[in-house]
């Protein structure tokens, strides 16, 4: 009987520490559990990219203004007044192409005039020649004085300097006549024409009858400052210097090549003029427009970061790094410059690090954190027929 009763004793404190142990074990894993997901609720959620180390391009951001090539300000060269307008205003003409015709019967009729002159002066030049001939004939025989002759051949002189005068004239007259046909010099786009069919102009009028600016190519004109010259000048040995124009209003810019640098900097701004041809074939570059220009000099190895990923602090710029164990830390960087929507980093990253780009207010050093990709950019919208 004793030995049952220690035997159950014994089977009894064996079932207790079993169920003690047990549920030890049951709260170390709710403890572990609890603070799992106490962790979990503490984790910031942010998005993440990666710091990559690439050729970028070296470019200089300024301020353009599209000026063309040849402008030419058309101006009649004889008061008379307008017969016909041959464009339409705005139009595209080609060089050589009819503009105005302009009233010249004034013109013709003193062209006429001159005509006549000739003909009876060449009437009088073969009488006197005649005469010449006669007296010369006459004076070897005596049968007339040499005196005689000599008013005969003075005569056929004379007659002979008025067919040229009237000549000389008469081609003035035929070039009075050219300007009646006023046509296109070069080949561009026509402004409105400034006065219109039966108006009267004038030489000595200020205002041109229209304007032609030659569309393609174009000139695109910005200033850079005098320590960018060096590099542009190497560029422009190289043949790289490459410039894009941005038009405000369309995503495409324009591309062309650097044709020149002014010869001289400005003293009072320190500033130099570079002058971009772009070939413009389509006309999307209108003159007098102000554009935004990219210059890219070359081509650089560098790492760079998406452009919000980079921080401002009163102790300089500095990014967040997310390591392998998802905790955010502070790393001070050291910027260049911006290319289009990245920075490129000179100082602070090697490439291939992961950066915060969105939730940095919530962070702080050591700080938890729950990374997601980058949203996909949101494709444009489509515009209704």
Same mark, same amino acid.
């Given at each position: 009987?004793?030995?049952?009763?220690?035997?159950?004793?014994?089977?009894?404190?064996?079932?207790?520490? @079993?169920?003690?142990?047990?549920?030890? *074990?049951?709260?170390?894993?709710?403890?572990?559990?609890?603070?799992?997901?106490?962790?979990?609720?503490?984790?910031?959620?942010?998005?993440?990219?990666?710091?990559?180390?690439?050729?970028?391009?070296?470019?200089?951001?300024?301020?353009?203004?599209? @000026?063309?090539?040849?402008?030419?300000?058309?101006?009649?060269?004889?008061?008379?007044?307008?017969?016909?307008?041959?464009?339409?205003?705005?139009?595209?003409?080609?060089?050589?192409?009819v503009l105005f015709t302009l009233d010249c019967r004034a013109v013709d009729a003193q062209i006429a005039q001159t005509e006549g002159n000739i003909a009876r002066d060449q009437a +009088?030049?073969?009488?006197a020649e005649l005469d010449v001939a006669r007296y010369t004939s006459l004076v070897a025989k005596n049968a007339t004085s040499q005196q005689t002759l000599d008013t005969a051949t003075?005569?056929?002189?004379? *007659?002979?300097?008025?067919?040229?005068s009237d000549t000389g004239l008469l081609d003035n007259l035929k070039v009075q006549r050219s300007y009646c046909t006023i046509t296109a010099p070069i080949t561009g786009r026509i402004?409105?024409?400034?006065?219109?069919?039966?108006?009267?102009?004038? +030489?000595?009028?200020?205002? &041109?009858?229209? @304007?032609?600016?030659?569309?393609?190519?174009?000139?695109?004109? *910005?200033?850079?400052?005098?320590?960018?010259?060096?590099?542009?000048?190497?560029?422009?040995?190289?043949?790289?210097?490459?410039?894009?124009?941005?038009?405000?209003?369309?995503?495409?810019?324009?591309?062309?090549?650097?044709?020149?640098?002014?010869?001289?900097?400005?003293?009072?701004?320190?500033?130099?003029?570079?002058?971009?041809?772009?070939?413009?074939?389509?006309?999307?570059?209108?003159?007098?427009?102000?554009?935004?220009?990219?210059?890219?000099?070359?081509?650089?190895?560098?790492?760079?970061?998406?452009?919000?990923?980079?921080?401002?602090?009163?102790?300089?710029? *500095?990014?967040? /790094?997310?390591?392998?164990?998802?905790?955010?830390?502070?790393?001070?960087?050291?910027?260049?410059?911006?290319?289009?929507?990245?920075?490129?980093?000179?100082?602070?990253?090697?490439?291939?690090?992961? /950066?915060?780009?969105?939730?940095?207010?919530?962070?702080?050093?050591?700080?938890?954190?729950?990374?997601? &990709?980058?949203?996909?950019?949101?494709?444009?919208?489509?515009?209704?027929?």
């Open positions: 009987m004793l030995k049952r009763k220690w035997l159950f004793g014994v089977a009894a404190l064996a079932l207790i520490g @079993t169920v003690l142990l047990v549920r030890g *074990f049951w709260a170390s894993d709710r403890a572990a559990a609890a603070r799992a997901q106490g962790q979990a609720a503490q984790a910031v959620p942010i998005e993440v990219d990666k710091a990559a180390r690439k050729p970028v391009p070296v470019r200089i951001d300024a301020l353009g203004t599209v @000026t063309p090539i040849a402008s030419v300000a058309i101006k009649t060269r004889i008061d008379t007044t307008i017969d016909r307008v041959h464009f339409q205003d705005g139009a595209h003409v080609n060089k050589g192409d +009088q030049l073969h009488g003075t005569a056929a002189e004379s *007659f002979r300097a008025a067919i040229k402004s409105a024409a400034a006065v219109k069919v039966g108006n009267f102009v004038r +030489q000595a009028d200020t205002l &041109p009858m229209a @304007t032609i600016n030659q569309m393609a190519p174009v000139y695109v004109s *910005f200033t850079v400052s005098q320590k960018n010259l060096p590099d542009i000048r190497s560029a422009l040995a190289a043949k790289t210097a490459t410039v894009d124009a941005l038009i405000p209003g369309d995503a495409k810019p324009a591309s062309g090549q650097v044709s020149m640098i002014e010869n001289a900097v400005d003293a009072t701004t320190g500033m130099a003029t570079i002058r971009a041809t772009m070939p413009n074939e389509d006309e999307r570059l209108w003159p007098g427009t102000l554009v935004s220009t990219e210059l890219t000099l070359r081509d650089e190895e560098a790492v760079v970061v998406p452009s919000k990923a980079v921080q401002v602090s009163q102790t300089g710029n *500095f990014v967040f /790094v997310v390591d392998a164990n998802n905790v955010a830390h502070v790393r001070r960087v050291t910027t260049e410059r911006q290319v289009n929507n990245e920075t490129v980093i000179t100082t602070g990253l090697a490439g291939g690090e992961t /950066v915060v780009t969105d939730g940095q207010l919530l962070l702080s050093e050591g700080k938890h954190v729950s990374p997601r &990709p980058p949203r996909p950019a949101a494709a444009p919208a489509a515009s209704g027929s």
